[in-house]
């Protein structure tokens, strides 16, 4: 057993005492489950594990320290169901799979969907994607190695490919009977039954809850949701799932390039992928790269927030350059080299709103051509009245601190000047990268930043040269 003692194997910084909380893991509950870890009581770790949801448990192995997730695995390994495998962040995946007895792997996957098995191989190693396709019957290897022959991102590979179809002439009875018949294998979660034709195209679809509503006698046609629509199997899956979010859909069928049904994508994979896109962007916005997660080494954190801080080291570079030029003017009146960094923060906070907002409003496209001159008319009139109303309260606050007017009348002058082009540039600046084909979230920042830093330190230092000196 691994002699990492107990209270080290939890990575994540805990207070000494939590409120109990209804969703998720109390610190009592994972020092309880290390603890039947450590004196290898199966049976306790069982008793405690069973109740708990399969996103519970993958938090809880996520949760552990290298060496209490493989005495963990060793003494409860064989229990992790495909639920569990697919609740798990990917970096953490690969060791737990590697970790499992080929018996236990098969067993784990034999009775996922197959949109959960593409999830969990399809970025496996070549060795790992083997190990599990071999556990699968030879019609699920099938679909799912032709749903991992889809472009990444797609909705080939989001859809399953397990539908519940009709033909669109049936009648509410014949499909009621149809789903009853023995040795039918449905899904274990549909939410539509899709009509087709004789040629396999989708002609509309019918929700559970109104074929069951409805006399045998009803034509499946004549039920059919006004919300129908299908989707391309190469559409990039975020498109997907602007539409899940847009028309308020349930499920949706996937046709191939001839309009032929060939899977349905359901609304919990499409708010998978709106919760993960929205990470990203967080991520990005903050300069950190969106493959970080917590469970990351730190060498591998090291990696990957390096570039962007060497990013941040040449804005930084590019504003000492402007300070530079006044270095005479703030050797005679040391009261700028006071104020200087209150215009420059205030600016970049002004232009990090401005910022996020447009990013947000660019992915969920509510920031279009029709409409993104009226924002940057909104964002400047923000951006002049709040440059407005902290010129008055720094221009008096300077003016008292150091007692000369001018320097107030200098400093809100140099804010009114920052806080307007922060406005400005949190919002052209996202709005032209996109239009550019660059990911806003990505390397709007800093822009911004330079932006707001070389402007607000050139008006202030410029104005005091002008109106001080």
Aim: proline share 4%.
């Amino acid at each position: 057993m691994s002699e990492e003692p107990i209270e080290d194997t939890i990575e994540a910084e805990r207070p000494e005492e939590r409120e109990e909380q209804e969703y998720g893991l109390t610190t009592p509950f994972v020092q309880a489950v290390l603890e039947a870890v450590f004196n290898e009581d199966a049976a306790t770790l069982t008793a405690l594990l069973e109740p708990l949801h399969a996103a519970d448990i993958a938090d809880l192995i996520e949760q552990m320290g290298e060496g209490p997730r493989s005495d963990f695995l060793a003494l409860w390994g064989d229990n992790i169901d495909g639920e569990i495998l697919t609740e798990l962040d990917e970096t953490i995946r690969e060791d737990v799979i590697a970790a499992l007895s080929p018996e236990a792997l098969t067993e784990a996957v034999r009775e996922l969907d197959s949109d959960d098995v593409v999830d969990l191989v399809e970025y496996l190693e070549e060795d790992q994607q083997e190990q599990i396709l071999e556990a699968l019957p030879a019609a699920d290897r099938i679909a799912v190695e032709e749903a991992l022959s889809w472009p990444e991102e797609s909705a080939g590979r989001l859809m399953q490919r397990e539908v519940v179809r009709a033909p669109e002439h049936w009648d509410v009875g014949q499909m009621i009977d149809f789903m009853r018949a023995e040795g039918q294998e449905l899904p274990e979660q549909f939410y539509h039954v899709i009509l087709i034709d004789p040629k396999l195209h989708p002609t509309g679809y019918v929700a559970l809850g109104r074929i069951l509503a409805s006399p045998r006698r009803t034509l499946l046609r004549d039920i059919a949701e006004d919300s129908f629509r299908t989707v391309p199997v190469d559409q990039d899956e975020g498109e997907v799932a602007y539409a899940f979010n847009q028309y308020h859909l349930i499920s949706v069928p996937v046709v191939d390039h001839s309009d032929r049904l060939v899977g349905v994508i359901t609304i919990d994979d499409a708010m998978a992928v709106l919760d993960l896109e929205a990470e990203e962007d967080l991520l990005r916005l903050a300069g950190v790269h969106d493959e970080s997660r917590v469970t990351d080494s730190v060498w591998e954190t090291t990696k990957l927030r390096f570039p962007w801080l060497a990013v941040n080291l040449v804005t930084a570079i590019l504003a000492s350059l402007v300070i530079d030029q006044f270095e005479e003017v703030i050797a005679q009146l040391v009261a700028l080299a006071v104020l200087m960094p209150i215009v420059a923060s205030m600016g970049g906070n002004a232009g990090t709103q401005s910022l996020t907002v447009a990013v947000r409003a660019i992915a969920t496209k509510d920031l279009t051509g029709s409409n993104v001159l009226r924002v940057i008319r909104r964002e400047t009139a923000v951006g002049l009245l709040n440059g407005l109303a902290f010129a008055l309260l720094m221009g008096l606050i300077g003016w008292f601190w150091f007692g000369t007017a001018m320097l107030g009348a200098v400093l809100a002058l140099a804010m009114i000047i920052n806080l307007l082009v922060a406005g400005l540039a949190g919002i052209l600046v996202p709005v032209l990268l996109d239009r550019f084909n660059i990911d806003p979230a990505l390397a709007s920042g800093a822009f911004v930043t330079t932006v707001t830093d070389v402007v607000g330190f050139f008006a202030f230092l410029g104005l005091a040269a002008v109106m001080l000196l």
